[in-house]
């Protein structure tokens, strides 16, 4: 009996090491495969949606991969963080705006993405693939006219009516150098007969000055949605993804259309960041960002218009994004444009904002 | 520097002055890693260049120099800077100086809990300030409610220069105070008394004693709201609308938006320099007065 007992007691302690031992076993596997990537990206909605929708999915079909956020509020700061690491990066991807990934590829930031370490990238939309840049996009999002509900009845059919007396003191516009700004001046432009936004922008600039004098102010804080919510302001421009949301969140009081002037794309792109700490598992999750699984759930989730073609998105989704009117949307090369940026912003100072006083 | 190095046994032959140096080694490091080193990296910088594209090239030349200087923008952005920060200084001068002069006088418990109240605000942070004015500013805001309620038509007074100047005093009126009670100490009771004794009038006795008395206080109020004034971003930002072109917002517009980090750098040396023609006028004054 006391053999027996003293068997038992082996058997159960044998048992209770082998189970730990395995669990032992497997941790020490999982730390020893793990690798962690750093991504660079948005702070705020854009985090909270993109970590749901894309980074824990991820991080769930490949447990060998941790991935980490590395949240910034703009692509200038992130640029800026990319400068100071140039020795020794810290993140190994980075979503920002195509015109600074322009400036970054020309400081040699970034290692090329294509069908080679990234297989996705096949499938993308041809204008998804940007001349000399090392990225390619992984949203598309496009200016919106933003109007409260409450203030206007029916959805306003032109850019200009930003113009109307009925709106005095109530439009918000982020004002140049932000890229909204620059991006109504383009679209005025083009409506007014203007033929090559490089050269003269003269037209876009006098519409601006029309609508000038109804301004609030050029500087919406935090950011141009919430004066709308709130029914501080009436009308505005704004982006389509973030409008979407936040018609979501304020129950239709802020509704977003694209007027019959049209609206333009502005372009997310995603980069490898050159002698990241990551490694393989960097391209690893640049190409799963990429793919439609990743595509469908982020699109879905806030409403930026996919750039993989074979990303099956949802009917409801893809009526808020601009998939519906690309008939409307007015081709525009940011990279080229990056160079007259200076020009038109002094138009833009020494003629809109003047007008505004 | 040297003194660090010298090894234990000479510490006996450190003289007075060595003592000074000793102790004032660990501040001047503090201030060289802390405000020297960034300033010289600004100043570097400056001397960049960038493509059209924002990326930035590193080279040594005078191009962002030239281009802004030469640019008539730059000129109206150091005037306006200048006036605006000038103005507020002045008004924040005379919207504390009686608060100032109060708190002087006044004894006892009343002096702190006055005390308190002027430090309070400076716990709180200018942003949240900021939009405190924003609250009572705005076109659904307190003044300008309580002016429709009297049957005025409010004017505009946010998003624009009456905007930043109203909240950029309130915030700057602590600093004010507490540089003007530091300066007070000058300020005998009894010499008021004699001036009145002496048949002086009240106003005249204020301008002919008082004032001449307080006048280091006024200037060291000055020299710190102008400074604090020229370089503070937060409020005209959020205030200004965008209608107001200032130098500490054109920087962080070159800095975070345009990515223009050379024009940015160069436009920050342009304030140090005008911090040091601000500091060169106060120690000139400071001895005039003196």
């Given at each position: 009996m006391t053999h027996e007992l003293k068997f038992g007691a082996v058997k159960r302690n044998t048992v209770k090491l082998g189970a730990a031992a395995l669990a032992l076993g497997l941790l020490t596997q999982a730390a020893a495969a793990e690798s962690t990537v750093t991504l660079m990206a948005y702070s705020g909605l854009f985090q909270e949606r993109y970590t749901k929708a894309v980074v824990e999915p991820f991080m769930k079909a490949h447990p060998d991969i941790k991935v980490t956020y590395f949240p910034v509020n703009s692509s200038a700061a992130m640029l800026g963080n990319l400068r100071a690491q140039k020795?020794?990066?810290?993140?190994d991807v980075v979503i920002m705006d195509v015109s600074v990934s322009k400036a970054g590829t020309d400081e040699s930031l970034f290692t090329k993405i294509d069908e080679a370490n990234a297989p996705n990238v096949k499938d993308l939309y041809p204008t998804a693939r940007i001349p000399d840049v090392a990225g390619v996009a992984v949203t598309f999002d496009n200016l919106v006219m933003l109007y409260n509900s409450d203030a206007v009845k029916e959805a306003p059919k032109?850019?200009?009516?930003?113009?109307?007396?009925?709106y005095q003191g109530k439009v918000v516009i982020p004002g140049m150098p932000d890229i909204q700004g620059l991006s109504l001046v383009i679209i005025l432009n083009k409506a007014n007969g203007g033929t090559d936004y490089l050269k003269d922008v003269s037209k876009g600039i006098a519409a601006m000055v029309e609508i000038a004098p109804n301004i609030q102010t050029w500087e919406p804080k935090p950011e141009v949605y919430a004066p709308i919510v709130t029914g501080q302001a009436s009308v505005g421009a704004g982006w389509n993804a973030r409008a979407q949301v936040n018609n979501q969140t304020s129950g239709g009081k802020l509704k977003a259309t694209i007027p019959q002037e049209g609206t333009v794309f502005q372009i997310n792109t995603i980069n490898l960041i050159a002698n990241g700490p990551g490694g393989d598992a960097a391209k690893t999750f640049v190409n799963y960002a990429l793919g439609p699984e990743a595509q469908k759930a982020f699109t879905e989730s806030m409403?930026?218009?996919?750039?993989?073609?074979?990303a099956p998105i949802s009917q409801d989704a893809l009526d808020r994004t601009a998939v519906k009117f690309m008939d409307k949307v007015i081709p525009v090369d940011w990279i080229a444009l990056a160079k007259v940026r200076d020009a038109i912003g002094e138009q833009w100072r020494r003629r809109v904002v003047p007008a505004s006083r | 520097m040297s003194a660090i190095a010298l090894p234990a046994r000479s510490a006996r032959r450190i003289g007075p002055t060595g003592v000074v140096m000793l102790l004032l080694l660990p501040i001047a490091l503090v201030n060289a890693v802390g405000f020297l080193w960034p300033v010289v990296n600004l100043l570097r910088m400056s001397f960049k260049e960038t493509q059209a594209t924002g990326a930035l090239i590193d080279t040594v030349s005078t191009a962002t120099w030239a281009t802004v200087l030469s640019d008539s923008f730059t000129l109206d952005l150091i005037a306006n800077s200048v006036g605006v920060s000038l103005f507020i200084t002045l008004l924040t001068l005379v919207a504390s100086y009686p608060i100032a002069l109060y708190l002087h006088r006044s004894t006892g418990l009343w002096r702190t809990i006055l005390l308190v109240l002027v430090i309070?605000?400076?716990?709180?942070s200018a942003v949240v300030r900021t939009y405190g004015w924003i609250a009572i500013l705005s076109s659904q805001g307190l003044i300008a409610n309580a002016l429709l309620f009297l049957g005025i038509t409010p004017p505009?007074?946010?998003?624009?220069l009456t905007g930043v100047v109203i909240g950029l005093t309130e915030i700057l009126m602590p600093y004010m105070i507490l540089a003007l009670l530091s300066g007070f100490g000058r300020l005998d009771p009894r010499f008021e008394e004699a001036a009145l004794t002496l048949g002086a009038t009240p106003w005249k006795t204020f301008w002919r004693v008082v004032v001449p008395l307080t006048a280091p206080g006024m200037a060291l109020g000055c020299l710190l709201c102008f400074v604090l004034a020229i370089s503070s971003f937060v409020t005209p930002k959020l205030l200004s609308g965008g209608r107001v072109f200032l130098l500490a917002t054109e920087i962080y517009d070159q800095a975070i938006?345009?990515?223009n980090w050379p024009v940015a750098a160069t436009l920050s040396m342009i304030v140090l320099v005008l911090f040091g023609a601000a500091l060169a006028l106060y120690t000139r004054a400071l001895r005039r007065i003196a």
């Open positions: 020795a020794a990066p810290q993140a032109s850019w200009m009516a930003m113009a109307d007396k009925t409403f930026y218009a996919p750039t993989n073609a074979k | 309070a605000p400076l716990l709180t505009r007074l946010m998003f624009n938006v345009t990515l």
